[in-house]
């Protein structure tokens, strides 16, 4: 009677051996599937895919509903919230107020960190309930720090332009992609298809 699977402590995904390995680095027995290799394949087909989707989709009825409904006009909103006596309007694809306001341009909108985020969800290793439960969730997630990014870039602008440019063009972008990189870490070590050692 062959042993069943169980994970040891430590068990942990090896980008070198396109497994997972035990405590040790020993590669285990990857659960039926595909291959890291396809897998990376296919997380840039899916990426690269989506991008051009989106990039079609520009000046239409989608970019309009991604940008202007649902990234500037919830910003504005927050924005409002938080400090009512600045009076920000959302005017198309910017917000606008006395004394400063922003243009939320190509990418500013987080689609290419959804696209990379969809992409990742897509070809992991998951079951499908943990892999929707996961996506979902994890879309959640990017809206959120996406819109905080909105509102700091916002306020950053409106008191000094050389921070606006560090936040805008280096900070926070590496940030996103961090936090959504530790998210997928996080949800793929809890949820990734339990393993079994090949000895």
């Known amino acids: 009677m062959p042993p069943s699977p169980a994970i040891e402590p430590g068990t942990h995904w090896s980008s070198e051996h396109g497994t997972y390995v035990d405590a040790r680095g020993v590669p285990l027995r990857a659960p039926s599937g595909l291959r890291f290799p396809v897998r990376v394949a296919l997380f840039l087909l899916i990426f690269t895919v989506l991008m051009l989707g989106w990039d079609a989709s520009r000046g239409g009825a989608v970019e309009r509903l991604v940008v202007h409904d649902a990234t500037v006009r919830p910003a504005a909103w927050l924005a409002n919230l938080l400090t009512p006596a600045v009076h920000v309007r959302a005017v198309g694809s910017s917000l606008r107020a006395p004394g400063g306001g922003l243009n939320i341009l190509n990418g500013c909108e987080g689609v290419d960190a959804l696209c990379l ?20 969730r994890g879309i959640g997630l990017l809206y959120a720090v996406n819109q905080g990014r909105i509102l700091l870039l916002f306020y950053a602008f409106r008191r000094d332009a050389a921070l606006f440019a560090t936040l805008h063009g280096t900070v926070t972008p590496i940030l996103v992609v961090l936090l959504l990189a530790a998210y997928f870490h996080f949800w793929l070590g809890r949820h990734a298809p339990a393993v079994a050692a090949t000895a």
């Open 117 to 136: 985020l969809v992409a990742a969800f897509l070809v992991a290793p998951l079951p499908r309930g943990a892999r929707t439960s996961g996506l979902l």
